[in-house]
T-cell receptor, first 114, second 114 residues
Framework: KAGVTQTPRYLIKTRGQQVTLSCSPI?????VSWYQQTPGQGLQFLFE???????NKGNFPGRFSGRQFSNSRSEMNVSTLELGDSALYLC?????????????FGPGTRLTVL | AQSVTQLDSQVPVFEEAPVELRCNYS??????LFWYVQYPNQGLQLLLK??????LVKGINGFEAEFNKSQTSFHLRKPSVHISDTAEYFC????????????FGQGTTLQVKP
């Protein structure tokens, strides 16, 4: 069974631009979560989607948004990029939503903002 | 609110020696506990999890962890480490309910020396 895939793996953007990252969950998984990883702040929860509905949102500005499609694939969008948005963005999928669910992580998208 | 503290940012250890990576959490409600490992340029892989039942949990690659409710700790142990265990380790918590939001500690870098 294929794992979680994220595209692109690497991305370079300039300040003020916007970016869209994509995540394909493991087949059959209906929940997708996104995390931001930086050296200073560590791993921080961005949002979670289940059956195309946002279940939870972390403490990030409105420039960060996401969505989930009917096939469970998810995208996250960051508008008006800032230097501080440079990070590794990780996507995780699970069969269902809930604290006891095992989350399977993708390799991440490394975003660099210049 | 929940929080996770990993008490050591770096743990150097010689090959075949035992190791313990410490994790303490804070929560006013019951939590589920996880340990993840991250190898360079990769996503996170689940080592083990505590949901309920026996407080000693065994995971992959010879790791185990013990849940101590009175001390709010979930320390990770391995009796004999290998060079290949060199990686970053993250302790995380989630709460019961219909959200899979994970709250991570800052991570511990395990450096196994020959």
């Amino acid at each position: 069974k294929a794992g979680v895939t994220q595209t692109p793996r690497y991305l370079i953007k300039t300040r003020g631009q916007q970016v869209t990252l994509s995540c394909s969950p493991i087949s059959g998984h209906r929940s997708v979560s996104w995390y931001q990883q930086t050296p200073g702040q560590g791993l921080q929860f961005l949002f979670e989607y289940f059956s195309e509905t946002q279940r939870n949102k972390g403490n990030f500005p409105g420039r960060f948004s996401g969505r989930q499609f009917s096939n469970s694939r998810s995208e996250m969008n960051v508008s008006t990029l800032e230097l501080g948005d440079s990070a590794l963005y990780l996507c995780a999928s699970s069969l269902a939503s809930g604290g006891a669910q095992e989350q399977f992580f993708g390799p991440g998208t490394r975003l660099t903002v210049l | 609110a929940q929080s996770v503290t990993q008490l050591d940012s770096q743990v150097p250890v010689f090959e075949e020696a035992p190791v313990e990576l410490r994790c303490n959490y804070s929560s006013s409600v019951s939590v589920y506990l996880f340990w993840y490992v991250q190898y360079p340029n990769q996503g996170l892989q689940l080592l083990l999890k505590y949901l309920s039942g026996s407080t000693l949990v065994k995971g992959i690659n010879g790791f185990e962890a013990e849940f101590n409710k009175s001390q709010t700790s979930f320390h990770l142990r391995k009796p004999s480490v290998h060079i290949s265990d060199t990686a970053e380790y993250f302790c995380a918590v989630s709460v019961s309910g219909n959200t899979g939001k994970l709250i991570f500690g800052q991570g511990t870098t395990l450096q196994v020396k020959p």
